[in-house]
C-alpha cells in the first residue's frame, strides 16, 4: 500500500519568514495530493490540493509544488503569520479504488512573532 | 451549513463498556469515512463506506465496527473497548470520484 512520510516534524519560523514542508510517497499510482491544516480542538481542514498532472499550484501565501519522478511534493508558506501556527498534514490518494487517503505523520509549526 | 458532525466530542470509558460514536453529514455524500489519529502517527484510516450498505476495512480496522444503514449517518461501535483504542477520532465524507473530503470535529476517547 502507500506510505507517506513528512518532514520536519516540528517547524519554528520567524513571522514573515518562509515555511516549508515536505512530503515523500511510495506509489506511484497515487495522483491526488491534499494538504491540510490542524488548529487546536479542530479537524483537518482542506488548504490546498495538487493533482498529479500539475507541477505547482499557489493560493495566495501558499502553494505545492509536485515532482513525480522523485515522488516528492511540498508545501511552502510565504511571508508567515501568528495564525498560520498549526498542525500540517500531507496526504496522498488513487482517483480509482478505495479512493482513501494516506496521511503523512504531520508537522506542527509554530510562527514566532 | 454544510457540515460534519461527530458526537460526543470528549468520552471517557472503562474497558469493555461498549460505545457508539455517531457521525452524520449533511452534503449527500456518498463516500464516509473513520480515521483515528494519534502522535507521531498522523491519521489512519479504519473503515470507510462507499455508499448506503458498502463497508470497508481501512488500515487498522481491529477492535471497531461500523454501520451505514443511511447516507447520512455512519456510526463507530467499539464493542468492547480497551485501553490501545485511547484516541482521537475523525469522521470524514466526500462525493465518490470528486478528491476533497470533509472532516468533522474529532472524538477524544479516553479508555481506562
Known amino acids: 500500500g502507500e506510505n507517506v512520510e513528512q518532514h520536519p516534524s516540528t517547524l519554528s519560523v520567524q513571522e514573515g519568514d518562509s515555511a516549508v514542508i515536505k512530503c515523500t510517497y511510495s506509489?506511484?499510482?497515487?495522483?491526488?495530493f491534499p494538504w491540510y491544516k490542524q488548529e487546536l480542538g479542530k479537524g483537518p481542514q482542506l488548504i490546498i490540493d495538487i493533482r498529479s498532472n500539475v507541477g505547482e499550484k499557489k493560493d495566495q501565501r501558499i502553494a505545492v509544488t509536485l515532482n513525480k519522478t522523485a515522488k516528492h511534493f511540498s508545501l511552502h508558506i510565504t511571508e508567515t503569520q501568528p495564525e498560520d501556527s498549526a498542525v500540517y498534514f500531507c496526504?496522498?490518494?488513487?482517483?480509482?479504488?478505495?479512493?482513501?487517503?494516506?496521511f503523512g505523520t504531520g508537522t506542527r509549526l509554530t510562527i514566532i512573532p | 451549513e454544510a457540515q460534519v458532525t461527530q458526537n460526543p466530542r470528549y468520552l471517557i470509558t472503562v474497558t469493555g463498556k461498549k460505545l457508539t460514536v455517531t457521525c452524520s453529514q449533511n452534503m449527500n455524500h456518498e463516500y464516509m469515512s473513520w480515521y483515528r489519529q494519534d502522535p507521531g502517527l498522523g491519521l489512519r484510516q479504519i473503515y470507510y463506506?462507499?455508499?448506503?450498505?458498502?463497508?470497508d476495512k481501512g488500515d487498522v480496522p481491529e477492535g471497531y465496527k461500523v454501520s451505514r444503514k443511511e447516507k447520512r449517518n455512519f456510526p463507530l461501535i467499539l464493542e468492547s473497548p480497551s485501553p490501545n483504542q485511547t484516541s482521537l477520532y475523525f469522521c470524514?465524507?466526500?462525493?465518490?470520484?470528486?478528491?476533497?473530503?470533509?472532516f468533522g470535529p474529532g472524538t477524544r476517547l479516553t479508555v481506562l
Open positions: 496526504a496522498a490518494s488513487r482517483a480509482r479504488g478505495n479512493e482513501k487517503l494516506t
Open positions: 470524514a465524507s466526500k462525493f465518490r470520484g470528486v478528491d476533497t473530503q470533509y
Open positions: 506509489d506511484s499510482a497515487s495522483n491526488y
Open positions: 463506506s462507499m455508499n448506503v450498505e458498502v463497508t
